[in-house]
């Protein structure tokens, strides 16, 4: 994960040692007496001895105030240099609070086309889909209710059916002339597919996508959105869709779209989300935290999903508990694309109920992703 800037702190010089300094002036002012009444000649004015006696007072006292003065110096500079630092943190945590404001959600995977449907997936009263046999030595596999085509070809035909899906949805085609990009998840096949839908219904996406393939790409979207988007009509449209063909002993293959409309009219704030790199040293806990306060929240959301059993079970350890909301009947394997959709149901589920969302999936690369959405206004 990303953490939090850590600075070496101020060096400064120490306190003054006071009675080191009294002890020290009572040795050598009484030194400095008694070599002057020793050597002092006869018949020379006593008020001349005095006023030699005055000269190393006044030469301790100067060098006291100098060394107090170094010292108030060094209690100065400490003072500011740490208001600088904590002002850079700050900065620092502003920055990785900055969420990715989506307005409209939707999502396509085994259960079908009705939104509603995934909803209940949150609430466990859900149908599961039922798994798809491909024959004798063949384990089943999760697929969306499309026509039946070769594995290799179902991203593109996925992808045009979620561009229909848009085209019939009210709200998505709407101030289209203010689209300021196209953010996709999937192969170069599947996006030309899915851009040609829509131009057949009349609306023309980029020739050329911005790429959404990780937590990094979703972070990049973040920091540049505000530029991207200057005006209250502008937007973004995130979407992707993908299918697995294999999944990891006793599980099945699954295949999903989705599609992210991205506004300054959000209803809800998708955070940044962060990997958790264990062989790093890194916890659970710290990780849970570190999210917490990305999202404003006081304590673990209420309402938790996980994409796989395995995420569920780390995370436990930092007080997100997904048992409740194990999501991986609904959607099968992933690969990739599941913290993508674990995104887009905790967005679903925090626009829906007012309540902040969090997610927690792995990816292809067996990583440990975890974030949250969290419905404005609920900072």
């Not at 010089?13 to 007496?33: E, H």
């Not at 626009?351 to 067996?366: I, Q, V």
Request: glycine share 10%; net charge neutral; aromatic share 10%.
């Amino acid at each position: 994960m990303n953490q939090p800037p850590r600075y070496p702190d101020y060096v400064m010089p120490g306190r003054p040692r006071w009675r080191r300094w009294g002890l020290v002036l009572l040795l050598l002012w009484s030194m400095q007496a008694a070599l002057l009444l020793a050597l002092w000649p006869e018949g020379r004015p006593r008020l001349e001895l005095w006023l030699w006696g005055s000269l190393l007072p006044l030469a301790w006292a100067l060098a006291l105030a100098l060394r107090f003065l170094a010292w108030q110096i060094g209690l100065g500079n400490r003072a500011a240099y740490r208001r600088t630092l904590d002002a850079a943190l700050q900065r620092w945590w502003r920055r990785r609070g900055m969420p990715l404001p989506v307005e409209r959600v939707m999502v396509f995977g085994p259960v079908g086309e009705l939104q509603p449907q995934y909803a209940l997936q949150m609430t466990g009263k859900a149908v599961i889909p039922p798994p798809l046999e491909q024959g004798e030595g063949k384990r089943p596999v999760l697929r969306c209710p499309i026509s039946a085509s070769p594995d290799g070809l179902r991203e593109p035909l996925l992808a045009r059916h979620l561009a229909c899906q848009l085209l019939a949805s009210e709200g998505w085609t709407e101030s289209w002339l203010l689209l300021r990009g196209v953010a996709w998840f999937g192969s170069q096949d599947s996006y030309r597919a899915f851009a040609k839908a829509l131009a057949d219904g009349g609306w023309n996406l980029p020739d050329e996508p911005l790429p959404l393939t990780d937590l990094p790409s979703v972070e990049r979207l973040i920091d540049d959105f505000a530029r991207r988007c200057p005006q209250e009509g502008d937007w973004l449209l995130c979407a992707g869709a993908a299918s697995t063909e294999q999944a990891p002993e006793q599980q099945m293959a699954g295949e999903a779209a989705f599609a992210w409309r991205v506004s300054r009219k959000g209803v809800s704030r998708l955070q940044r989300g962060e990997y958790l790199l264990m062989d790093k040293g890194e916890s659970p806990a710290e990780l849970c935290a570190q999210m917490q306060r990305y999202g404003g929240l006081a304590k673990a959301p209420a309402a938790c999903l996980a994409m796989d059993s395995q995420s569920m079970e780390v995370f436990v350890a930092g007080g997100w508990s997904a048992s409740e909301h194990l999501l991986v009947a609904y959607w099968g394997v992933l690969g990739d694309l599941a913290p993508f959709i674990g995104m887009s149901m905790a967005l679903l589920h925090s626009s829906g109920t007012g309540e902040p969302c969090g997610w927690l999936s792995g990816d292809g690369e067996h990583r440990l992703a975890m974030g949250v959405a969290v419905p404005y206004g609920d900072e």
